[in-house]
Structures are given as C-alpha cells and as structure tokens.
C-alpha cells in the first residue's frame, strides 16, 4: 500500500465502558502507530523448536493543527472551565478510543483506509515557543501515546473504504457501537453545531446542518451513524 495522505482526527473518552464526547481533534497532520511485541524462542538441537511472538502496546504519535481547550480534559484529565485549564501535578490521562483515516493510492484508485484504536492513553506534549523572523513558521503540537489491546485481544481495527464519507461513516460506527457508546439524548431545548453527537429514538446521530434555535426533532438537520446506542 501507497500512503498519499491522512484525514480527520477522531477522539472519545472512555468511562465505565462506553465511549462519551467523541470530536475531532484539530486537523490531522500526521500520526504513526508501532506495534511492540513480545518475542521469544526455544532452542533445541542446535535449532528454533518453538518461536512465540505476542503484541504489548502500540507507541501512537498524534500530531494536529491544535488541541483544542476542553481536550486538555479529555486527553490529559485537566480541569476545563470559564476561566481556563488548570494543570494538576496529580492529573491523569484519561483512556481514549482513537480513530483516524488514511487516503492510499492502490492500482491508481484514491481508497479511505478507516483505522480505529479502541484503548489508548495519551500524554501531554510539551510547549516550544520561538519568536517570528522574517518567515512565518508552524509549530503544530505532537503527541505520544500509548494503544493497548482489549480483554478480547483486540488493540486495532481497519477497513479499506471507496469513500470519505464511508470511511467516517464506519469510524463513527466504532466509536458508537464498539463500547456501547454513551451520547447526550436530543432536547428540544438545546442548540447545536455541525459535527455534534447526540442520541435520538436509540439511535446515534451526527448534526450536518447547525441547531441554532431550540425546538423539535428535525431529521434533516442529522445524519444517522449508529442503530441501537445506550443513550
């Protein structure tokens, strides 16, 4: 496979075993996943009788546009409020379910290789500030993070989409069916923007067109992205 680009930068929190506040991360910029495994053999008449080899966690680099406030939260389990972040000498990342795509050139045909990681800690990446000179530089940040495998075994999932869309379409599956995914219940009350998540007859709906008066349920402001989520 032919890697040519990446799209999107998926995160949700997890808590109590469901998947909560699932965003995007800033825009994707670049991100690597490295398995690390186990290996061992045994020897025996001057030969390799037996050779094992078993995963142990993947090393995950994330790096984006931004990191926007309310993720030092969800990232790094700092306090978020009106008046800002506050960085705890005693804060805890939180694990996360982390999902991203890939865009791979195979036969001259453009595909969407959807790759999600259900269990993953990330840590806080540190802060390089420099003056302007006569060039305008970027700094994006970088983070470092850990992938680990569930009780099942499983520490990383991929499908190889025609589409963006699918491809989104099938992380945002993931996130809202993987771990049973928890999202806030629609209100007719509330007001929402493009990219929100929210929970509607049971099932999980993303917000295409903004919701900026409250009122009742309408299905052309949502897109459906998952059937039978505990809402």
């Not at 078993?54 to 926007?68: G, K, L, R, S, W």
């Not at 923007?193 to 295409?208: F, H, I, K, P, W």
């Amino acid at each position: 496979m032919a890697y040519i680009g990446l799209r999107k930068t998926y995160v949700a929190k997890i808590i109590d075993n469901a998947y909560t506040g699932l965003a995007t991360v800033g825009h994707a910029v670049r991100t690597t996943i490295t398995p690390k495994w186990a290996e061992g053999s045994l020897h025996g008449d001057d030969m390799t009788v037996e050779s094992d080899k078993e995963f142990v966690e993947a090393d995950i680099t994330m790096e984006t546009t931004t990191i926007p406030q309310s993720f030092q939260n969800t990232l790094f389990g700092h306090t978020v409020n009106a008046n800002g972040v506050t960085h705890g000498k005693d804060d805890e990342p939180n694990m996360v379910g982390y999902g991203t795509i890939g865009v791979e050139k195979v036969d001259g045909v453009r595909k969407y290789v959807g790759l999600f990681l259900p269990k993953c800690k990330f840590f806080e990446p540190e802060v390089a500030l420099e003056t302007r000179g006569d060039s305008i530089s970027y700094k994006t940040p970088s983070i470092t993070g850990k992938g680990f495998a569930l009780d099942n075994g499983t520490w990383k999932y991929s499908q190889v989409c025609d589409t963006e869309a699918e491809a989104i379409s099938w992380l945002e599956t993931k996130f809202g069916a993987g771990l049973l995914g928890t999202f806030s219940a629609f209100s007719t009350s509330g007001t929402y923007a493009v990219g929100d998540y929210v929970t509607y007859s049971n099932d999980l709906y993303r917000c295409v067109t903004a919701v900026t008066t409250a009122g009742s349920w309408n299905a052309a402001n949502w897109v459906k992205v998952a059937e039978a989520v505990s809402g």
